[in-house]
DNA sequence: GTATTAGTTCTAAAATTTAAAATAAATGTT
DNA sequence: AACATTTATTTTAAATTTTAGAACTAATAC
């Protein structure tokens, strides 16, 4: 299905939260947070860029030096097609979750 | 990400919406109106299979006959597990669209 | 210089998605 | 009965995505 995945989605997302602190770690750290689980790095490092190659997002590294050690911060921000792709999976996911029937079927055979 | 994908919700929702004609071709028939999107029969019976393995789902095949030709149709329920995932994911969902700033930031470096 | 801290990169395994060919099981036709 | 047609599921292998975590980098602190 060429809409975006759930992981793309969600760092799309994140970057679209964070503003001026959107970065690896601190992404991480947002999703986490969100969904209540542990986050490999790898789970963010690997769709940040696989994201950025394809033109959803544009990227920046932070100047060398700010308060204290580490080496620098490579910045996120969404390119209008990554803003467009959201706004798709956001229309695709409200129909899905549209005109949905009431909930408690009856019509399955009973159980033998 | 212990949530389910995107593709495993929108089964599960095409189950939920087609009630008693939720099975393979039929979920596949939605799913493509839905997204406006082709979707491969192994798009939809892999991850079919999946489901209900890990039990968000249960089945059961149609007699044998009907009205006109081919085999018997295989039949697809949501399970309290298969409602309860789904619930989850609207809810993280949700988490993840809410208070969003506005967009059209402006931090980023000048383009070179 | 050596330790510490903060961050990114790499990489290989696991899991998921996808496409399409194969198979199955029913009805219709001659 | 044999063969064609229709509807549906199964299989399978390739491509893609996800995940974990070790390795590496680059800065500051001592």
Do not use: C, H
């Amino acid at each position: 299905m060429d809409i975006l995945s759930r992981m793309e989605e969600f760092i799309l997302l994140s970057v679209w939260k964070l503003q001026e602190e959107a970065y690896g770690l601190e992404i991480r750290q947002y999703l986490s947070d969100l969904t209540g689980q542990e986050l490999s790095v790898g789970a963010v490092y690997v769709p940040l860029k696989r994201l950025k190659k394809r033109g959803y997002l544009e990227s920046w590294d932070s100047e060398p030096t700010e308060e204290r050690g580490g080496r620098s911060k490579r910045f996120y921000k969404l390119t209008q097609k990554g803003i467009g792709a959201l706004q798709q999976v956001k229309t695709v996911q409200e129909n899905a979750w549209s005109n949905l029937p009431d909930i408690g079927f009856d019509w399955a055979p009973a159980k033998s």
